[in-house]
C-alpha cells in the first residue's frame, strides 16, 4: 500500500512532518500490515505442491507479497494451502491442524482434488473437496495451477483481509470461540462425527 | 520383456519340466506353476539360474473364471531378458499363497499391496498389514465385484454422460451425498478399535540388545505432515535414545486410487493419469504406459516421434534430478538456497515442456504410436541453446557450490550405506541401485525405444551412502545431457504418429510388461487387456514404492537426524509410492 493511502484525506498534515505521520483508520493499518505478512503453512499434499514449491523459488518469487515464511507447524501460521487431492486417510490430520491453527486463519484449496474431488473424485479413498470439512476462503482452479494462478489466489486472500475490520470480525467478538471442527473417523469407510445419526437412521431405513 | 525366448525355454524345461508350463493364452507369455511348487521354483531361479532381482509382484482377478493369479516378474541384474511367472488360485476366501519375501525380500511391500487391493494373503510374509487402506477398511477395492461408493458402471464412458451429455454429479446417487458407503447394519457409534493398533505392534517386534543398560524404547512418528518428508509421508520409529532400532513407514495417505480408476478408463484416457503418478517425472511416466500398450497394440511410434520422445524423456530425468539435488540439500540443513538453484534450472526444461505440450507439469504428451504432436518451431534451437551452451556449466557450477561441502560430506559420507547385496535383494533400482556400485540400467540391460542408438555410461559409484547417491545423480544429469545433445543432432524430419489419432484404440487381449529407466528407477507398467477399450488389470510397478522397501534395514543402527537424509536420497513422489 502506497503511503498517499494511508492518509486519509480531509486531515491537514503541516507540509514539515508529512514524511513521518500518515492518519489513517485502525483497520486499514492493522489489515495493512495482516495481508501484507500471511505465513502460510509449509504442507504439500500432491502435485501442486510442487507449484507452491516453485511459486515460492527463483522465478516467482513469493517473497514480493510477504508470504515467503512457510511455517511447518501450525501454531504458527495463518493461512493452510490446501495443495493437492485430499484422501480419507489425511483428512483426520488435515483437521487436525486446521484446528491447531489461531485465529485468524485462512484456507486456500489449491487445484482441482482440492476444491472438489478433481480427476481422482470417484476414487474411492478420495475426500470430494476438502470444503466438506473444513471452510475454505479462496478456490483456485487448475491441475496443478500454474504458479501465477496461485500467486493470483494469493492475492485474494490478500484482498479479503484488507476487507474485514476490527468491529465485525468474529474472532474479536465476545462469547463463545468457533467450536472446533470435530475429527473424522476412520471406519470400515471414513466417519463424519456430524454425520453419525444420518448413518445410524439411513442404515435403518 | 518376458517372452520366453528358445534358450530360457530350454532351459527352465529342461531343470523344471514336471513344475512348469508355458502359458499358452493368446497373447500371454510366462510360465504357470503350482503353488506348492513356488518357494522351490524361486528358489532355484534365484540360485541357480541367476535371476536375482525380483521386479514386481501383483495379482489379477479373473472373476469370471473364478480364479486369482498372481505375476511375478524376475530379471537379472547382468541384463537381459527376464522370467515371467504366474501362481493361479481359485477365488475362494482366503486367497493363499506362500510368500515369497524370505527368497526375495523386495517383495515385502508389493505383497502387503496385493494384500491391501485385492486380498491375496501371502502365507508366511513377516508383517502383512494393509498398507494403502487403513486396518478395519471394508473390502479389497481391486476386486472385480468390489464397488466404490461413486460407482455408476463398470467401464468408461458412463452411459449417462456420453453421448447425451447429461451431467450427473456423482454425489446424486449417494444416499449420503458424499463419497462413503457402509456394511449393512453399521453403527458409528460402536465403533471402538483403533486402526493405529496393528502399526505399533508391528513396530514392537525387533532385535533387542542384551548388551549394556536396560533402557526404554520410544516410539517416534515423523509425518505424515512434516517438512522432509517430501508430501504425506509418514515414518514411524521405535528409538533407543536416538538410535534408531526399529523403522516402519507408513504410506496410502496419498493414495488416488489411480489403478481402479485406471481399469474403469479407456487406454487413453489414462495417459493424463500417468502424468499425475510422480508429478516430477509425467513424460517419462507416459513413456512407460505408451510402451506397455504399443507392446500390446504390436506399433511402433515413426523415428522422429522416438527421438522426441527420448529428448523429453531425458529432461524429465534432469528436471528431477535438479529437483532431488535442491530438496536433498534442503533436509541435510542447506536450507532453500540450493533449491534456488536448481529451480532457476528447472523452470527452463519446463518452459521447453510447456512449449511442446502445453502444460508445465502434467505434460500428457505421448500417444499410443506417437506422440500428440510436434515440437513447435524454434524449439529444437532453443534445446540446443539450453544444453550445448548453459545446462553443462550450470551443473559443473552446482555441483562445484556443493559436493565438497564439508556438512554435506559429514553428513552424506558413510551415513546410511546400502551394500551391493542388499540393494539387489530389496528389489532397489535406479539411481539406489547404481550408487551402490551395481551398473544396471534398463537403458542398457534391455533397450527399449532407440536407446541403443545413443552412447551413455552407465553412473555407478560405490560406497552406497547418501553422498554417493547425490553424486550419482549429478553423473546422471551429466549422461542425459550428453544423450539429449545426440539426439538434438540426429533428429529425422519425418511424420511423428503412425496411426491416425483418434479417441479410442483397439486393443487385442493379451498381457505385456512395459517398463522404462525412469528417472527414480524402473517404472513398469503391467497390462491385461480382455479385447475390450478398457484395461482388464492396469497396475504400475512404482520405482519409488519398491525402493522404500530398503528403507528400514538402510536407517536400523543410525541416528534419527539421519532419517530425513536417507529418505531425501531414496527420492520418492508420493504420489507414485501411493498411487
Not at chain 2, 510360465?31 to 506348492?36: A, S
Not at chain 2, 520422445?309 to 534432469?318: C, L, P, Q
Not at chain 2, 530398503?550 to 530425513?564: L, R, S, Y
Amino acid at each position: 500500500m502506497e503511503s498517499s493511502e494511508l492518509n486519509a484525506p480531509g486531515y491537514e498534515i503541516p507540509p514539515e512532518i508529512k514524511g513521518q505521520i500518515a492518519i489513517t483508520s485502525l483497520d486499514r493499518i492493522y489489515n495493512w500490515g495482516r495481508s501484507a505478512s500471511v505465513w502460510p503453512m509449509m504442507f504439500g499434499l500432491a502435485c501442486c505442491a510442487i507449484e507452491m514449491i516453485c511459486a515460492a523459488a527463483s522465478r516467482y518469487d513469493l517473497a514480493r507479497f510477504g508470504m515467503e515464511i512457510m511455517r511447518p507447524s501450525p501454531r504458527q501460521s495463518d493461512l493452510m494451502i490446501v495443495s493437492g487431492t485430499v484422501t480419507k486417510k489425511m483428512i483426520p490430520t488435515i483437521v487436525r491442524l486446521y484446528n491447531q491453527m489461531p485465529e485468524p486463519k485462512y484456507v486456500l484449496a489449491m487445484g482441482a482434488c482440492a476444491s472438489g474431488g478433481g480427476p481422482f473424485k470417484e476414487g474411492y479413498n478420495v475426500v470430494s473437496g476438502v470444503d466438506r470439512y473444513i471452510p475454505v476462503d479462496v478456490y483456485v482452479p487448475g491441475c496443478p495451477p500454474t504458479p501465477q494462478a496461485l500467486l493470483n489466489g494469493l492475492m485474494k486472500v490478500q484482498e479479503k483481509i484488507r476487507g474485514e475490520s476490527i468491529k465485525h470480525s468474529r474472532w474479536y467478538q465476545k462469547g463463545p470461540d468457533m467450536a472446533e471442527i470435530p475429527i473424522p473417523m476412520l471406519g470400515p469407510d471414513l466417519i463424519d462425527p456430524r454425520k453419525v445419526d444420518l448413518i445410524k437412521n439411513s442404515e435403518k431405513a | 520383456m518376458a517372452a520366453p525366448l528358445s534358450s530360457q525355454t530350454q532351459e527352465l524345461t529342461s531343470r523344471f519340466s514336471n513344475l512348469i508350463n508355458a502359458d499358452t493364452r493368446p497373447g500371454y507369455s510366462g510360465w504357470l506353476l503350482d503353488k506348492t511348487h513356488l518357494l522351490e521354483f524361486a528358489t532355484a531361479l534365484r540360485d541357480e539360474f541367476g535371476y536375482d532381482y525380483l521386479s514386481s509382484v501383483t495379482g489379477v482377478d479373473y472373476l469370471p473364471e473364478g480364479k486369482m493369479e498372481i505375476v511375478y516378474q524376475a530379471y537379472r541384474t547382468t541384463g537381459g531378458p527376464g522370467v515371467m511367472f504366474k501362481v493361479q488360485v481359485p477365488r475362494t476366501d482366503p486367497v493363499e499363497v506362500p510368500s515369497l519375501v524370505p527368497i526375495y525380500p523386495g517383495a515385502e511391500l508389493q505383497e502387503r499391496e496385493a494384500w491391501d487391493l485385492l486380498g491375496i494373503k501371502f502365507t508366511g510374509h513377516p508383517d502383512l498389514r494393509r498398507i494403502f487402506m487403513w486396518e478395519g477398511f471394508a473390502g479389497f477395492p481391486l476386486r472385480k465385484d468390489w464397488h466404490e461408493p461413486y460407482y455408476e458402471e463398470d467401464v468408461k464412458p458412463f452411459k449417462n454422460r456420453w453421448p447425451t451429455g447429461k451431467i450427473v454429479m456423482s454425489e446424486s446417487n449417494n444416499s449420503y451425498n458424499d463419497n462413503i458407503a457402509y456394511p449393512k447394519g453399521f453403527n458409528p457409534e460402536s465403533q471402538s478399535f483403533n486402526p493405529e493398533k496393528a502399526l505399533y505392534d508391528a513396530l514392537r517386534i525387533y532385535q533387542k540388545n542384551e548388551v549394556g543398560l536396560d533402557t526404554d524404547h520410544i516410539i517416534v512418528n515423523l509425518g505424515p505432515q512434516h517438512p522432509s518428508t517430501h508430501g504425506v509421508f509418514r515414518v514411524a520409529v521405535m528409538l533407543d535414545g536416538e538410535t534408531i532400532v526399529n523403522l516402519k513407514p507408513v504410506m496410502g495417505y496419498l493414495h488416488r486410487n489411480h489403478e481402479k480408476i485406471g481399469e474403469r478408463n479407456t487406454y487413453i484416457m489414462n495417459m493424463p493419469y500417468t502424468d499425475r503418478l510422480d508429478y516430477l517425472t509425467s513424460m517419462s511416466n507416459n513413456f512407460g504406459y505408451a510402451l506397455a500398450v504399443e507392446k500390446l497394440m504390436g506399433i511402433k511410434p515413426p523415428e522422429r516421434a522416438d527421438y522426441i520422445r527420448v529428448m523429453m524423456a531425458e529432461m524429465t530425468r534432469i528436471s528431477n534430478h535438479l529437483f532431488l539435488i535442491g530438496s536433498l540439500l534442503n533436509d541435510l540443513g542447506a536450507y532453500f538456497t540450493p533449491m534456488l538453484y536448481a529451480l532457476e534450472e528447472r523452470e527452463l526444461i519446463l518452459d521447453i515442456f510447456e512449449a511442446v505440450a502445453g502444460s508445465r507439469m502434467m505434460c500428457n504428451f505421448f500417444r499410443f504410436g506417437g506422440i500428440a504432436r510436434d515440437l513447435p518451431d524454434g524449439t529444437l534451437k532453443k534445446i540446443k541453446e539450453i544444453f550445448f551452451e548453459r545446462f553443462p556449466r550450470k551443473i559443473d557450477e552446482i555441483d562445484r557450490f556443493l559436493s565438497e561441502n564439508e556438512i554435506i560430506r559429514s553428513r552424506g559420507v558413510g551415513q546410511g550405506i546400502l551394500t551391493p547385496e542388499n540393494a539387489v535383494r530389496y528389489s532397489a533400482t535406479g539411481p539406489l541401485l547404481r550408487a551402490s556400485g551395481i551398473p544396471y540400467d534398463v537403458r542398457r540391460a534391455e533397450p527399449y525405444s532407440i536407446y541403443d542408438r545413443f552412447e551413455f555410461d552407465v553412473c555407478t559409484r560405490k560406497n552406497g551412502d547418501i553422498y554417493d547417491r547425490l553424486m550419482v545423480r549429478f553423473d546422471e544429469i551429466r549422461q542425459s545431457i550428453r544423450i539429449i545433445q545426440q539426439a538434438a543432432k540426429q533428429i529425422p524430419e519425418g511424420p511423428i504418429m503412425t496411426v491416425k489419432p483418434m479417441y479410442q484404440v483397439r486393443v487385442p487381449p493379451g498381457e505385456a510388461y512395459g517398463r522404462v529407466e525412469g528417472p527414480k528407477g524402473e517404472l513398469g507398467f503391467y497390462i491385461v487387456s480382455d479385447g475390450k477399450p478398457n484395461p482388464w488389470r492396469y497396475h504400475v510397478r512404482a520405482p519409488s514404492f519398491i525402493n522404500l522397501t530398503a528403507f528400514g534395514p538402510m536407517c536400523i543402527g543410525q541416528k534419527i537426524a539421519d532419517v530425513v537424509g536417507v529418505l531425501g536420497s531414496i527420492d520418492i513422489v508420493l504420489g507414485e509410492v501411493d498411487r
